[in-house]
């Protein structure tokens, strides 16, 4: 049974920093890629940044130069660390392996709520 608790979200002002974290279990974490999802009120839930085993990342454009995602193999976390946030940004924020299928499939945790304010 996969696990995925994401944390670490909360509400900042436009130009500040948030650090989440999303801690795996039932999965061989060392082997997958991850990512970070998010999903805006009445948008579809997008990939915003992947990381593979071998720590090579990739980022949706939105988000270049802003945010950076790194693992911990040894603590099965992954890890997304957001600077520079803007308002739109704001949105519940998932974990999950790359090409995850959407919910209602797959396994998915509770996400975490980063609000963004002006």
């Known amino acids: 049974q996969v696990q995925l608790v994401e944390s670490g979200g909360g509400l900042v002002q436009a130009g500040g920093s948030l650090r989440l974290s999303c801690a795996a279990s039932?999965?061989?974490?060392?082997?997958?890629?991850m990512g970070w999802y998010r999903q805006a009120p009445g948008k579809q839930r997008e990939v915003v940044a992947t990381i593979t085993r071998g720590a090579i990342t990739n980022y949706v454009d939105s988000v270049k130069g802003r945010f950076t995602i790194s693992r911990d193999n040894t603590k099965n976390t992954v890890y997304l660390q957001m600077n520079s946030l803007k308002p739109e940004d704001t949105a519940v924020y998932y974990c999950?392996?790359?090409?995850?299928?959407?919910?209602?499939?797959?396994?998915w945790g509770q996400g975490t709520q980063v609000t963004v304010s002006s």
């Open positions: 999950n392996v790359p090409g995850a299928p959407m919910p209602p499939f797959g396994s």
């Open positions: 039932g999965i061989i974490f060392s082997i997958n890629a």
